[in-house]
């Protein structure tokens, strides 16, 4: 696995004592996935070259190009993925406002995007949860983060680990997409920071409860009461912050 998401450098270290060594360091690998739709270019994805068919099928649906049971065919050819879709006025509205330079489909504090899912969660479930918000792959590199998708229990049920916050969060989504995973009694386990952007790619997903150990920015908070996902930042195996929603933690 760890070559897959890794590359070995030679490097220098310098020390303030003046001391200088010659060492090696694993440092995390990144690749571009070109991603089309019904043979449309619609992205060129900055991520690790890892869980590729998971994160074209997560982007599209955290981007709100599509639904979970609207994606009729994956075609990938190394780092090119090609999604067959049924079609759709969301799509080629969301196309043009991409290719207008804008970001998300319709954010303007007017996302009409709400959570269905009445999922609520036991604290304890929150606290133990935080054993997954590290990987080897990390420790290795410190320059990876992960999305863990966990169930009331506190149990893990699918996780992704990525460059981008963001497209550890597409992968992990894409991931239960693929295999009928229902993510409306999960809770998302992120080491990222929240805006307003990852709090949508959650909703748009179905995902009632985010958690991260990071503060959010009050983009993600705004974005998370409209949507009714709850979202707890700041957490650690002792303590957590709920900013939105409270109602989701029993």
């Known amino acids: 696995m760890p070559d897959r998401y890794t590359k070995i450098y030679s490097v220098t270290t310098v020390n303030k004592d003046g001391s200088v060594f010659s060492s090696e360091r694993t440092v ?124 009331q229990g506190g149990e893990r049920v699918a996780q992704a680990i990525d460059i981008g916050r963001h497209n550890a969060i597409d992968k992990v989504v894409g991931y239960a997409a693929l295999n009928n995973i229902d993510v409306s009694q999960l809770y998302l386990l992120s080491t990222g920071r929240q805006s307003a952007g990852m709090v949508l790619k959650a909703a748009r997903a179905g995902v009632p409860l985010i958690v991260t150990k990071s503060a959010p920015l009050d983009s993600g908070i705004d974005a998370a009461q409209k949507t009714g996902v709850g979202l707890v930042g700041l957490v650690s195996n002792v303590e957590m912050t709920v900013f939105a929603n409270k109602w989701r933690i029993d």
């Open 28 to 151: 995390a690998k990144e690749g571009s996935i070109e991603l089309s739709v019904n043979g449309t270019r619609v992205a060129s994805i900055l991520a690790s070259p890892t869980c590729v068919r998971e994160l074209a099928v997560g982007y599209a649906i955290c981007e709100g190009i599509v639904g979970f049971d609207e994606i009729l065919d994956v075609r990938v050819d190394g780092m090119d993925v090609d999604l067959q879709i049924k079609s759709t006025d969301d799509f080629t509205l969301w196309h043009e406002l991409r290719s207008s330079g804008c970001i998300g489909i319709k954010w303007q504090g007017n996302e009409d995007t709400n959570v269905t899912s009445d999922a609520v969660f036991p604290a304890r479930s929150i606290f133990s949860g935080t054993k997954f918000l590290e990987s080897d792959i990390y420790f290795m590199t410190r320059g990876t983060h992960l999305a863990t998708l966990v169930s």
